[in-house]
């Protein structure tokens, strides 16, 4: 099977990014391997919503989202109905798209 891509997206101006990332990767894993500074406070393991990002493409692709994730989702600034926190967005054993946005990191998250 060919390897997932993740579109990196950002709304500071950037130039979008795209990188590979391996089966049982995050996004998280994946931006920080690539030199993109994507917060996470809680070092990845959801205890917190600095990670937090917008999933624009394969949503439906990614894990379900668990309580706590959705709760810390809940912390964060503007969530909007495609938020999740990039360490808990798991790349499945299959190649496939996913488009993420990262918002303003001008905060501390909780």
Same mark, same amino acid.
């Given at each position: 099977?060919?390897?997932?891509?993740?579109?990196?997206?950002?709304?500071?101006?950037?130039? #979008?990014?795209?990188?590979?990332?391996?089966?049982?990767?995050?996004?998280?894993?994946?931006?920080?391997?690539?030199?993109?500074?994507?917060?996470?406070?809680?070092?990845?393991?959801?205890?917190?919503?600095?990670?937090?990002?917008?999933?624009?493409?394969? !949503?439906?692709? !990614?894990?379900?989202?668990?309580?706590?994730?959705?709760?810390?989702?809940?912390?964060?600034?503007?969530?909007?109905?495609?938020?999740?926190? #990039?360490?808990?967005?798991?790349?499945?054993?299959?190649?496939?798209?996913?488009?993420?946005?990262?918002?303003?990191?001008?905060?501390?998250?909780?």
């Amino acid at each position: 099977m060919s390897p997932s891509t993740i579109v990196f997206q950002f709304q500071d101006g950037q130039p #979008a990014q795209t990188h590979v990332g391996a089966s049982g990767e995050s996004v998280l894993d994946v931006a920080l391997n690539n030199g993109i500074k994507l917060q996470h406070n809680c070092g990845g393991v959801c205890g917190c919503s600095t990670c937090h990002i917008y999933v624009e493409q394969g !949503l439906d692709e !990614l894990p379900d989202i668990s309580e706590k994730e959705e709760d810390f989702i809940d912390r964060a600034i503007n969530p909007r109905i495609n938020s999740r926190l #990039a360490c808990q967005c798991v790349l499945p054993n299959q190649g496939l798209e996913v488009v993420v946005l990262l918002p303003p990191q001008n905060f501390l998250g909780h």
